[in-house]
């Protein structure tokens, strides 16, 4: 058996668990909307899901450590649990179907599992060494997903947050420049964008202002994918706000073009 099956399996039934509370408030007319400290909105669905995911966490893997959006760290030990429990929670609340439940596992400060799943799109992924990457799609039908093999920047699509906060991290001309070498951008954002890369529809991925927790489950897709994840001018690291993933071959050229 792959050493984190039953790891991934249970990061599965945290998604399953997450879908259902979530998807209860999704749309609803009484969703209690809250605005934290950094200006960015917390709705009642994302307290009650990260709760959930914390009570379930704390009865089965009660030696590990857990870092959730909402409600911080608990503990300190070599696994850890990364919960996003509403990733995009700005379309939640305006009905947009494009958020997702991110979980993941990291061992040594490194995101090993991950499991994405985003209930409205009928969407699920999912990642684990010696398990590689996978998907289930609308219709219920699992299958394996891999990176595209463009090689060129001129036959690229990338993906990008939004403008407004390229423009705050002084990035908003390099990207315009990248535009101009590239096939197509587009504005897919959060989550998806990633599992777009992981399934070989978008090339290159770059966001700024993230968090560990927006980051965490996306890396083990994208990577058993076979796509590369870092930060946009270096390694990866908890402290990373400006991230690049890529698959593969594109890396070096699209990490010229925004660090060089």
């Given at each position: 058996m792959?050493?984190?099956?039953?790891?991934?399996?249970?990061?599965?039934?945290?998604?399953?668990?997450?879908?259902?509370?979530?998807?209860?408030?999704?749309?609803?007319?009484?969703?209690?909307?809250e605005?934290?400290?950094?200006?960015?909105?917390?709705?009642d669905?994302?307290?009650?899901?990260?709760?959930?995911?914390?009570?379930i966490?704390?009865?089965?893997?009660?030696?590990?450590?857990?870092?959730g959006?909402?409600?911080?760290?608990?503990?300190?030990?070599?696994?850890?649990?990364?919960?996003?429990?509403?990733?995009?929670?700005?379309?939640?609340?305006?009905?947009?179907?494009?958020?997702?439940?991110?979980?993941?596992?990291?061992?040594?400060?490194?995101?090993?599992?991950?499991?994405?799943?985003?209930?409205?799109?009928?969407?699920?992924?999912?990642?684990?060494?010696?398990?590689?990457?996978?998907t289930?799609?609308?219709?219920?039908?699992?299958?394996?997903?891999?990176?595209?093999?463009?090689?060129d920047?001129?036959?690229?699509?990338?993906?990008?947050?939004?403008?407004?906060?390229?423009?705050?991290?002084?990035?908003?001309?390099?990207?315009?420049?990248?535009?101009?070498?590239?096939?197509?951008?587009?504005?897919y954002?959060?989550?998806?964008?990633?599992?777009?890369?992981?399934?070989?529809?978008?090339?290159?991925?770059?966001?700024?202002?993230?968090?560990?927790?927006?980051?965490?489950?996306?890396?083990?897709?994208?990577?058993?994918?076979?796509?590369?994840?870092?930060?946009?001018?270096?390694?990866?690291?908890?402290?990373?706000?400006?991230?690049?993933?890529?698959n593969?071959?594109?890396?070096?050229?699209?990490?010229?073009?925004?660090?060089?």
């Amino acid at each position: 058996m792959p050493e984190y099956a039953d790891d991934l399996a249970l990061a599965l039934r945290l998604a399953d668990e997450a879908d259902r509370i979530a998807l209860q408030r999704f749309r609803s007319q009484d969703l209690v909307v809250e605005t934290k400290p950094d200006a960015s909105p917390v709705t009642d669905a994302d307290k009650a899901v990260e709760a959930r995911i914390r009570e379930i966490l704390a009865a089965e893997r009660p030696d590990d450590a857990l870092i959730g959006e909402e409600m911080g760290v608990a503990g300190s030990a070599k696994r850890t649990w990364i919960i996003d429990p509403i990733d995009g929670t700005a379309n939640f609340m305006r009905g947009v179907p494009v958020w997702a439940a991110l979980i993941s596992l990291a061992v040594d400060g490194k995101p090993t599992v991950g499991v994405v799943s985003a209930p409205a799109l009928g969407r699920r992924w999912w990642a684990a060494p010696e398990i590689g990457a996978h998907t289930r799609d609308v219709d219920g039908t699992e299958r394996a997903i891999r990176v595209s093999k463009v090689a060129d920047l001129a036959h690229a699509s990338l993906s990008y947050n939004n403008l407004q906060l390229w423009d705050q991290a002084g990035y908003l001309n390099k990207l315009i420049a990248i535009s101009r070498k590239i096939w197509r951008t587009r504005a897919y954002g959060d989550f998806y964008s990633y599992m777009l890369l992981a399934e070989g529809a978008v090339d290159i991925v770059a966001e700024h202002d993230l968090k560990i927790y927006d980051i965490a489950a996306l890396v083990p897709v994208v990577e058993q994918a076979g796509g590369r994840f870092s930060a946009i001018d270096g390694p990866l690291n908890a402290e990373t706000s400006s991230v690049l993933a890529t698959n593969g071959p594109l890396h070096a050229s699209a990490t010229e073009e925004f660090s060089g």
